[in-house]
């Protein structure tokens, strides 16, 4: 409103007489050529507005506030000047969260004033791995080199450390001090802690890009690079189960979850497909694919919408799969239709539901932490504050704040208010 009054013209306030316009030139030292003036011009973009375009106007007001808006409670940013890759919380208080990051540390620190409790130094490359083990003593961390440590977090020193191939994803046991280990050259590595008596599992020569001991502790379900998914009897030291050909994915995994008995797996890929896998039989009981309303690429550019991130509601038979391209679909369990797809305006990076509500989140590549309703689909509330993508978060038992970690090379934590709390 500022730029058009009610018909449509130009305020006559902007309008400025030839001879200021004049003056105004004459004060640039150097008066470009006309040519400069030309390609100055090109670049702009001369579009009308429109008369009822008024919302126009209104977002980019709204950018310019969302820019400085900051709805956290607490930042953390000792990771200096660079990338915070990974963050997860100790599962007993959910008071400490541990961070890694692009300059090689990782850090365990206090939710509630950012206090720092441990440095963990020594790292090679950047962290991307940092677990906490399930009773809390223990925090593992783990570098893209294959570089791993474990340090006891009340005695804040390292007790224990081993070198792998490049890393892909490391995971505690549900209930025992055993760590595991997934690397670039397909093998899945099994240790006890402190003792380091070691396991390994065997694989086609291809990266092991995500696993999850399965609840049971018995049992652990990984991915592979060519699409496989394998069920390992962890004791027994065989893969029970081989899941691939038509009904397996057909591209790299790239995350995996199950439900809370571990007797279904969901399974997200670069294919753009999640598949629900009965853990017991080994067999696909479900596929399910973005609905694209896209027109329809060429054969070799169809998988660009990836599989970023999946998961299964607690509470109800619903489970959440998050696309690069920013859509978050949200399936019925039972009659395996899409009941909602909540669009993103990027890349959705990470979900996580709501341990006891029907409440999934999704931490974006714009940078915004958004909660959304599972029922009805809608946004229930969002959270700004990061200037770069969040690269990963996790949600407390409560569901009463969120950790963030970014690529703005800082960690946050928001406070998650809801009208029914």
């Known amino acids: 409103h500022h730029l058009w009054s009610e018909s449509g013209e130009r305020q006559p306030e902007t309008l400025h007489g030839d001879e200021e316009i004049i003056e105004v ?15 100055d011009l090109e670049d702009v973009d001369f579009e009308d507005p429109g008369v009822d375009d008024e919302e126009g106007w209104e977002t980019e007001d709204e950018m310019e506030a969302e820019a400085g808006q900051d709805d956290s409670e607490l930042t953390f940013s000792k990771h200096t000047g660079s990338l915070v890759f990974c963050v997860s919380l100790d599962p007993v208080t959910n008071s400490l969260a541990v961070t890694g990051g692009e300059d090689d540390k990782a850090f ?17 490359d950047s962290v991307t791995c940092a677990v906490f083990s399930h009773d809390s003593t223990m925090v593992a961390t783990g570098d893209m080199s294959g570089l791993i440590k474990v340090w006891k977090v009340e005695a804040k020193e390292e007790i224990w450390s081993f070198e792998v191939g490049d890393l892909e994803w490391l995971e505690w046991h549900p209930c025992a001090p055993v760590l595991l280990a997934g690397t670039n050259d397909g093998s899945v590595w099994m240790w006890k802690i402190p003792a380091g008596d070691c396991k390994t599992f065997q694989s086609p020569g291809c990266q092991a890009t995500s696993g999850k001991v399965l609840p049971d502790g018995k049992r652990a ?9 394998r069920v390992w009897d962890l004791k027994q030291g065989n893969a029970v189960h081989i899941i691939k050909g038509q009904d397996g994915h ?35 009981v479900g596929t399910f694919a973005a609905e694209s309303d896209k027109v329809t690429l060429s054969s070799d550019e169809t998988a660009s919408n990836s599989v970023e991130s999946v998961g299964f509601c607690n509470i109800l038979p619903l489970i959440a799969v998050g696309f690069l391209d920013g ?11 899409l009941r909602h797809s909540c669009q993103h305006e990027a890349g959705i990076a990470h979900l996580q539901w709501e341990e006891s509500s029907a409440v999934v989140s999704t931490g974006s590549l714009d940078g915004v932490l958004r909660l959304w309703d599972g029922r009805s689909g ?31 090379y800082h960690a946050k934590v928001f406070c998650l208010q809801r009208p029914d709390r």
């Open 221 to 229: 379900a990984v991915g592979y690079e060519d699409g496989t998914v």
């Open 378 to 408: 809608s946004m229930v509330s969002e959270y700004r504050g990061h200037a770069a993508e969040i690269l990963d978060f996790t949600v407390n038992r409560e569901a009463s704040f969120a950790v963030t970690a970014a690529g703005d």
């Open 250 to 284: 057909q591209g790299a995994l790239t995350c995996l979850a199950c439900n809370k008995d571990g007797s279904l797996v969901l399974t997200g890929s670069v294919d753009g497909s999640a598949k629900l896998i009965n853990t017991n039989t080994g067999k696909v």
């Open 25 to 39: 030139i004459d004060l640039n030292e150097a008066e470009p050529a006309p040519d400069d003036l030309a390609d």
């Open 327 to 337: 859509t978050l679909a949200i399936y019925d369990l039972s009659s395996q239709g």
């Open 108 to 124: 365990v620190w206090k939710v509630s004033d950012g206090e720092v409790l441990l440095q963990c130094l020594g790292h090679k």
